[in-house]
């Protein structure tokens, strides 16, 4: 079984900087990529940020420039550096790793934690 642990939301000013952090652990074999999503009520999740397990990222157009995306090995763990934070930034923010456990590759959630950025 695959356990994610998401800690780091909370309540920030615009302007504001948050880090959150998502640690895996379980049976896991091989983590092949790393990612972080995000929902707001009424919405649907949206892509924000992902890492492979050779260390390349790419980001929506929206956190471009503002959000940071990195990853322990050691620890299983990958960290999303939130800077300049706006209000359109509040949302569950949920991690998912793309990782073999037995059989084929397959993606696991986070249960999310929660952003808000409000004056």
């Known amino acids: 079984q695959v356990q994610l642990v998401e800690s780091g939301g909370g309540l920030v000013q615009p302007g504001g900087s948050l880090r959150l952090s998502c640690a895996a652990s379980g049976s896991i074999f091989s983590i092949n990529g790393m990612a972080w999503y995000r929902q707001a009520p009424g919405k649907q999740r949206e892509f924000i940020a992902g890492?492979?397990?050779?260390?390349?990222?790419n980001y929506a157009d929206s956190v471009k420039g503002r959000f940071t995306i990195s990853r322990d090995d050691a620890k299983n763990t990958v960290y999303l550096q939130m800077n300049s934070l706006k209000p359109e930034d509040t949302a569950a923010y949920y991690c998912s790793i793309f990782a073999v456990v037995s059989g084929p590759p397959r993606s696991y959630w986070g249960q999310g934690t929660q952003v808000t950025v409000s004056s």
């Open positions: 890492i492979t397990s050779g260390g390349s990222t």
